[in-house]
């Protein structure tokens, strides 16, 4: 009995080493082809870094300003008899706005006109009779001095008829009246805002070393969310402040900027390039292909692999200038090196690729998104 039992136990320990056996050739091969395994090649698009000519642009920012602009008020007191203007309009120097009353004025302008006319007449009697010596000479020069006293005292009453006679100084848009009809007005008091829109300024400041880079007539680009996205103003510098501001060191540089249909309005914030005369060569890429990180900018390189295969090389870049679709490579990269365009995070270096270039992108120094 004993003999069968230990025959049994002899025959499962030898059936279990067995099975172990194989079990273990089993995933050691299994280790060995994962060691030999190598992964498909990753689908990338790529593009060839290039070197261009730039024009160098100096950014900043501005706000706009007009080329006139006031807000009319009163200059006497008086009561609004007539309001000849609508708010939001356009209007032409010398129109008609708003008409005070002068009723007093002008009786007072009658009575003032009628003693000039008096003494034009005694003037020209007096002259007459100072012919034929019938008068002295100081009689004469009195009849004299009291006709140009009459003259300026009538001239005194028509300018206080201009004065609440308000006229628009200049050709521009109003805005929202300010007046009601039959108010009375202090002197200084506020009627309308005028401003002339086009052309309009736009003001901005840089630093004092840029001066030597910038002079009058010097190319402006303008963009803002107010003139639309991919909307680019071209103007020109017209004026450059002869003093810089000693507490930032900047200078005050304004530019002019055609606006025929009014779009831009005093007080708007814009984005402003001053672009310099001369070009400088740039190698340029995508800026998709960019993998930004705390440590220092990167992209990967494709290079020919072992056999006919291509494989990444990450590379450290230094960046420039950024425009449109593209950024500047100062270093790391030269022109000529293809480099990944989309699909670059997840890449690792030594990775082999396979270039599909149906989904490239379509880089653009000017791009010009559609609205969605």
């Known amino acids: 009995m004993l003999k069968k039992l230990s025959i049994t136990a002899g025959a499962l320990l030898l059936l279990i080493a067995i099975i172990g056996g194989i079990k273990a050739l089993q995933i050691?091969?299994?280790?060995?082809?994962?060691?030999s395994a190598v992964p498909?090649?990753?689908p990338v698009t790529v593009a060839v870094a290039r070197e261009d000519t730039w024009a160098p642009i100096i950014s900043t920012v501005g706000s706009l300003t007009a080329v006139q602009g006031v807000t009319l008020s009163a200059q006497l007191d008086g009561t609004v008899a007539s309001i000849a203007f609508q708010p939001g309009s356009s209007v032409k120097s010398g129109d008609l706005l708003v008409q005070m009353d002068i009723s007093s004025e002008e009786a007072q302008l009658r009575a003032a006109e009628a003693t000039v006319e008096l003494a034009r007449l005694n003037l020209e009697r007096s002259r007459e009779l100072?012919?034929?010596q019938t008068i002295s000479q100081s009689q004469f020069d009195s009849d004299s001095a009291a006709y140009k006293q009459a003259s300026a005292q009538a001239d005194n009453i028509r300018a206080t008829i201009a004065k609440k006679t308000i006229r628009a100084p200049f050709t521009g848009r109003l805005g929202i009246r300010l007046i009601n009809l039959g108010q009375t007005l202090k002197?200084?008091?506020a009627i309308v805002s005028l401003q002339a829109l086009d052309p309009i300024y736009a003001d901005f400041y840089l630093p004092q070393?840029?001066?030597?880079?910038?002079?009058?007539?010097?190319?402006?680009?303008?963009t803002g969310d107010a003139i639309g996205d991919g909307k680019v103003l071209e103007g020109r510098i017209t004026a450059i402040n002869p003093d810089v501001d000693s507490a930032t060191r900047n200078v005050r540089v304004e530019a002019t900027l055609a606006n025929p249909d009014?779009?831009?309005?005093p007080g708007m914030f814009v984005d402003i390039g001053v672009v310099l005369p001369t070009g400088q060569k740039v190698v340029a890429i995508p800026a998709s292909s960019v993998l930004y990180a705390p440590y220092g900018d990167s992209v990967f390189v494709v290079v020919?692999?072992?056999?006919?295969?291509?494989?990444v090389r990450q590379q450290l870049v230094r960046l420039g200038e950024a425009r449109g679709d593209f950024v500047e490579i100062a270093s790391g990269?030269?022109?000529?090196?293809?480099?990944?365009?989309?699909g670059a995070f997840k890449l690792r270096q030594g990775m082999a690729v396979t270039v599909n270039g149906a989904l490239s992108p379509d880089a653009q120094i000017a791009p010009k998104p559609n609205d969605s």
């Open 28 to 35: 050691k091969a299994m280790i060995a082809a994962g060691a």
């Open 304 to 311: 020919d692999g072992k056999g006919s295969g291509k494989v």
């Open 130 to 132: 100072l012919a034929s």
């Open 262 to 265: 009014e779009r831009l309005r």
């Open 209 to 222: 070393q840029e001066l030597v880079r910038i002079n009058s007539g010097l190319s402006v680009r303008v």
């Open 40 to 42: 498909p090649p990753e």
């Open 187 to 189: 002197a200084g008091d």
């Open 333 to 342: 990269i030269k022109a000529g090196d293809t480099v990944v365009t989309t």
